[in-house]
């Protein structure tokens, strides 16, 4: 999952009468990194077209696309950080400043098809100053990226045990399915956290490090804190974690 780094930004511009979380949620780059990740999944959809029975293939399918329809985890994902954030400003001015723009850019690229393709069987080995180790130590605290990444592992899965009940109705019942995945959060979380500083390295290699250094310092920040709690409550809320595709309202 750490191909699938989630909190990433992008910068662009944008017109005058946004609000303010709509300004940061397009900022963030929530809609484009929404894209690559549909893009992701549509490739793993195709691997599986030729290993899996037709009908259990088709219902994973059926499924997924109505999870993560564009549209609906847009919303979801929007409606979340307007609930999460009070006050979207400060971190709306920290992305659309040089280095906020400089971020964005590096997080998109990582995240780019043909970047995940590239490094499908894991990430370079990045050799890093003592100083550097420690102001990505110091990141790899800030962000949630931990939590973001086990949220998308347990929204794909939880897409598989959605299937698993419609085709054997009763097996996992009464929330089982959901329960079953949020057990699993942990162990996600620590998987993921093995590979933090050196995903971090990688994303971030073109940063100096008194730029890395500016942004632990927003990550720090009780600005910043505010801001990536909200970023991962709207992850959760895009991804509809938790939830049953069926429970998911419809896209109005």
């Known amino acids: 999952m750490r191909r699938l780094f989630f909190l990433l930004l992008m910068f662009c ?3 005058a009468w946004a609000d303010g979380h709509d300004q940061l949620y397009k900022v ?3 809609p484009e990194q929404r894209a690559h ?11 599986y077209r030729n290993s899996l029975p037709p009908a259990v293939y088709q219902a994973l399918v059926n499924n997924s ?20 954030l009070q006050d979207p400003m400060p971190a709306l001015a920290f992305f659309q400043s040089p280095l906020g723009r400089k971020i964005v850019t590096a997080e998109l690229t990582a995240t780019r098809p043909d970047q995940l393709a590239k490094n499908a069987q894991g990430l370079p080995v990045i050799d890093a100053s003592a100083t550097r180790q420690l102001l990505i ?4 605290m800030a962000l ?5 990444g086990a949220e998308v592992s347990l929204a794909i899965a939880g897409v598989a045990a959605d299937s698993l009940s419609q085709m054997i109705p009763g097996l996992l019942g009464g929330g089982q399915a959901q329960d079953m995945l949020k ?8 998987q993921i956290g093995n590979d933090m500083n050196n995903t971090l390295l990688y994303v971030y290699r073109d940063l100096s490090d008194p730029e890395l250094e500016e942004f632990v310092t927003f990550a720090e920040s009780p600005e910043g804190k505010t801001y990536y709690q909200a970023a991962l409550a709207a992850v959760r809320a895009g991804l509809a ?7 998911l309202a419809p896209v109005r």
Do not use: C, K, Y
Request: glycine share 8%; charged share 20%; net charge positive.
């Open 241 to 247: 974690v938790g939830q049953s595709t069926s429970s």
């Open 183 to 190: 057990g699993q959060r942990e162990r996600l979380m620590q």
């Open 37 to 47: 990740f549909i893009t992701a999944l549509d490739a793993a959809q195709q691997r």
């Open 137 to 140: 130590g110091h990141l790899a």
């Open 144 to 148: 949630p990226a931990r939590e973001a």
């Open 28 to 30: 963030a780059g929530w």
């Open 65 to 84: 696309n109505q999870r993560f329809a564009p549209q609906a985890m847009d919303q979801r994902a929007e409606q979340g950080l307007r609930q999460a």
């Open 13 to 15: 511009t944008l017109p």
